[in-house]
């Protein structure tokens, strides 16, 4: 049996979607534009870390826990 160890990644999901609200509410069409692109790079960059931390799983025969 593969050795089990807690994989965390800090990820400021929470923050980015806040800053988004911000901006949506205070700059109107141009503000939901750039809130649009600042979520496609936080969900891209979630995808990103979520393949490197499979990558990382398959790699080295760990199992993932989820924190």
Same mark, same amino acid.
């Not at 999901?13 to 509410?25: A, F, L, Q, S, Y």
């Given at each position: 049996?593969? !050795?089990? $160890? ?10 980015? %979607?806040?800053?988004? @609200?911000?901006? !949506?509410? $205070? ?10 692109? %600042?979520?496609?790079? @936080? ?6 870390l ?15 826990l989820?924190?």
């Amino acid at each position: 049996m593969a !050795e089990q $160890y807690k994989l965390t990644t800090i990820f400021p999901t929470r923050g980015i %979607d806040d800053k988004c @609200k911000i901006i !949506e509410t $205070y700059y109107g069409d141009r503000g939901k534009a750039i809130a649009e692109r %600042d979520r496609r790079i @936080k969900d891209g960059l979630h995808c990103h870390l979520q393949e490197l931390e499979r990558k990382v799983v398959e790699q080295f025969n760990f199992v993932a826990l989820k924190p």
